[in-house]
Each structure stands twice: as structure tokens, then as C-alpha cells.
């Protein structure tokens, strides 16, 4: 399955919104569609500021500016270190 949503941790939050539908649909009795929910998944865009792409003159920026907090600057740093490029530069600001 492929994700519209950047960096490994959304990975992880997809196989968990997976098991989350699969028990709901148990409670429920209901027959659990692996493939429709996948299908819905792969349909989710990122928020602006949460991971999103912007290009602008052949320059791809990574834009996670939004609400920032130390477990999404983990997940940006781990993305960022995996991401291909020659070049990277990471402006962060503070948290309080």
C-alpha cells in the first residue's frame, strides 16, 4: 500500500487505524473489507503544515510547521535523515 503521507511513523499509525477498523468491525459483527480500508487510506492527503510538500524553483520543501512537538520533530528527523537529496537544511524554532 502506498500512502500520501510522509516519514515512517505514518506507516505505523495506518497498520494501526487498520486494526482499530478490524476491531471496531468485530464489535459490531460486521464483515471487516481489508482492501476498501487500505483503498480509503491510500485516499488521505496530509494536512498543510503536517509533512506536506511544497516544490518551488527545483527546491523541495518539507513542511511539518505546524503545532510542532518533540515526538513530530522525531518523526521529521528520522524522515529527513531517510529522504534523498544532496543537500539538506532543517529551520527550527522553539517549542516552549
Known amino acids: 500500500m502506498k500512502l500520501q ?3 515512517k511513523h505514518n506507516a505505523f499509525n495506518a497498520a494501526i487505524a487498520i486494526a482499530a477498523v478490524k476491531s471496531a468491525m468485530k464489535l459490531k459483527d ?3 473489507d481489508l482492501k476498501r480500508v487500505m483503498n480509503l ?7 498543510k ?7 518551488s524553483n527545483g527546491i523541495i520543501f ?9 515526538a513530530s520533530m522525531r518523526a521529521l528527523l528520522s ?16 517549542m516552549h
Not at 49 to 55: C, P
Not at 62 to 70: E, F, K, Q, R
Not at 87 to 93: D, E, N, Q, Y
Open 41 to 47: 487510506l491510500q485516499e488521505v492527503k496530509p494536512t
Open 30 to 32: 460486521k464483515e471487516f
Open 79 to 94: 524522515f529527513s535523515k531517510d529522504y534523498p537529496g544532496k543537500r539538506k537544511i532543517l529551520v527550527l524554532g522553539d
Open 62 to 70: 518539507v513542511d511539518d510547521s505546524y503545532n510542532a512537538n518533540p
Open 5 to 7: 503521507l510522509l516519514g
Open 49 to 55: 503544515g503536517r509533512m506536506s510538500i511544497v516544490k
